[in-house]
């Protein structure tokens, strides 16, 4: 009972601080691919006299992501057809330049009047364009989610870390009295330090198997992919394996820190 | 014989105290059984602790083992710890690890195979007469089972000294007899040099022995 008391009082704020990780990871992700749709909803036509360059209208505003040249040329064969040679050269020669803008990230109404006054303040550029579907408000309430979660999370976490810091503090009362006496009989910090940084890579190791249990029983819980679908996410988004890299090496920094910091703080008694 | 213990005008005192040790000046050689005895808050206990590291000299010179305890870096001391025995008035057994266990810690840290180190336990409980023991935890044990627990874990690596410090303070009359007869046998059998800090050198001691008395943070030289 005592044993699975020790364990727990490492592995509960672990297994609180992974989860919070993987949920920031998650929130980061299921926005992320937001954006990615939602900046796909903008279309950008820039309208320029042929002096414009191409290079003055990519480097103009941090947002733009590439612009690419319109081909006239189709518009140019199908009316073509319709008038004299003379004609059809001479529209050719007054047509002006279109761009299509690509942004790198989603941008709110705001963001885009500043974008445009600054294309539209090129030399050589006649009017800009934008046709866009309004997504604001889904932004900003995911936005706001993200925030929320974020914050919830960097408060589990911090109350997880203050119970660690206590752990650590109990730590150094329990294993005092061994080390101290490894110690009196000449023992190497490895050895006499040995159970706490097993102790501490186990209970590690456990919050690790815990967590990613619980993320494996949520992505394949048919409520949660069914919410998961309601919001435009795959459960891939939930869970990747990738993650569990990131975990483990949080998991055993944070253990094996405060196995550390425990026999760091040893000192021999007078 | 050689000296195991020499010291030379040697001062020993806690940070911002007045010395415990004022001066001290004394030998011990090869297979000699030494008590040191003093009244209570004399500095007997802070004399052993200088012999074993845990407490740097304050001046003078000691060695121990033909090592200098003021130079002495972690990593050497804790080498020389390795062929010392000790034995504390609170036995200092490590209360989750089991009775062979505790008499393996010598042989485990020097790095014996687990099966070298188990036989040797049991041949050392055995010994102390605690071998149907040795599956318990120190605190299934009476005081005196300890303290001879104690006693084996310090004999375990056939130490060249050993250091006990009021060995029997917590111990009836027959556990005290136990425990000074396997002290006068490690030192008559074996030759261990053994250095006792005490408050009375028991009347039945039997063996040949010297007395260092300490006085007013001065080392005597009884007999």
């Known amino acids: 009972?005592?044993?699975?008391?020790?364990?727990?009082?490492?592995?509960?704020?672990?297994?609180?601080?992974?989860?919070?990780?993987?949920?920031?990871?998650?929130?980061?992700?299921?926005?992320?691919?937001?954006?990615?749709?939602?900046?796909?909803?903008?279309?950008?036509?820039?309208v320029a006299d042929r002096s414009a360059k191409l290079s003055d209208i990519s480097h103009r505003d941090t947002l733009i992501e590439r612009v690419e040249k319109i081909d006239a040329e189709n518009v140019l064969r199908r009316i073509k057809a319709d008038m004299n040679p003379e004609s059809a050269e001479k529209i050719r020669s007054i047509m002006p330049l279109f761009f299509s803008i690509k942004l790198k990230r989603y941008a709110d109404g705001?963001?885009?009047?500043?974008?445009?006054?600054?294309?539209?303040?090129?030399?050589?550029?006649?009017?800009?364009?934008?046709f866009e579907k309004v997504h604001d408000r889904l932004y900003a309430m995911l936005l706001f989610m993200k925030i929320s979660f974020t914050v919830f999370s960097v408060l589990i976490g911090a109350i997880s870390l203050l119970l660690l810091v206590k752990q650590m503090t109990i730590w150094q009362f329990e294993h005092?009295?061994?080390?101290?006496?490894?110690?009196?009989?000449?023992?190497?910090?490895?050895?006499?330090?040995?159970?706490?940084?097993r102790l501490a890579v186990v209970d590690a190791l456990l919050a690790l198997l815990f967590v990613v249990s619980a993320l494996l029983y949520l992505v394949n819980d048919p409520g949660v992919v069914k919410l998961l679908d309601a919001v435009g996410a795959t459960p891939e988004r939930l869970f990747r394996f990738d993650d569990i890299t990131v975990l483990a090496?949080?998991?055993?920094?944070?253990?094996?820190?405060?196995?550390?910091w425990v026999v760091l703080r040893f000192k021999e008694e007078q | 014989m050689r000296n195991v213990i020499e010291a030379s005008a040697?001062?020993?005192?806690?940070?911002?105290?007045?010395?415990?040790?004022?001066?001290?000046?004394?030998?011990?050689?090869?297979?000699?059984f030494v008590f040191v005895t003093g009244a209570s808050g004399s500095g007997k206990s802070t004399l052993l602790k200088s012999m074993y590291g845990s407490m740097p000299l304050s001046g003078g010179e000691l060695q121990v083992g033909g090592i200098d305890m003021d130079s002495i870096s972690g990593s050497k001391l804790y080498k020389l710890r390795r062929h010392i025995g000790i034995i504390f008035q609170d036995y200092k057994l490590i209360r989750e690890w089991s009775v062979e266990k505790n008499v393996m810690l010598p042989l485990i840290i020097a790095g014996f195979p687990k099966d070298v180190c188990r036989a040797q336990a049991q041949k050392l409980l055995t010994h102390v007469k605690l071998s149907h023991k040795s599956d318990k935890y120190p605190p299934e044990l009476s005081g005196g089972e300890q303290q001879r627990v104690a006693m084996a874990r310090?004999?375990?690596?056939?130490?060249?000294?050993?250091?006990?410090?009021?060995?029997?303070?917590?111990?009836?009359?027959?556990?005290?007899q136990v425990v000074w007869n396997l002290l006068e046998r490690a030192n008559e059998e074996l030759e261990t040099t053994i250095l006792v800090v005490t408050h009375h050198i028991p009347e039945m001691f039997s063996a040949h022995y010297r007395h260092l008395m300490i006085e007013n943070g001065v080392v005597y030289e009884i007999h």
């Open chain 1, 1 to 46: 009972m005592r044993s699975i008391r020790h364990h727990l009082s490492l592995i509960l704020p672990l297994f609180a601080i992974l989860f919070c990780i993987e949920y920031l990871m998650v929130f980061d992700r299921i926005t992320e691919s937001h954006e990615k749709s939602l900046k796909e909803s903008y279309s950008i036509i820039l």
């Open chain 1, 110 to 130: 705001e963001r885009i009047e500043r974008l445009r006054s600054e294309l539209i303040s090129i030399p050589g550029v006649r009017d800009v364009h934008i």
């Open chain 1, 176 to 197: 005092r009295e061994r080390m101290q006496i490894m110690s009196l009989f000449g023992a190497p910090v490895w050895l006499r330090s040995g159970v706490l940084f």
């Open chain 1, 249 to 260: 090496g949080v998991s055993f920094a944070i253990a094996v820190f405060s196995a550390g």
């Open chain 2, 10 to 32: 040697l001062k020993l005192a806690y940070p911002r105290h007045e010395p415990v040790i004022k001066s001290a000046t004394f030998e011990v050689r090869t297979g000699e």
């Open chain 2, 154 to 176: 310090a004999l375990a690596h056939n130490p060249f000294l050993i250091l006990a410090d009021e060995p029997t303070g917590n111990l009836d009359d027959y556990s005290s």
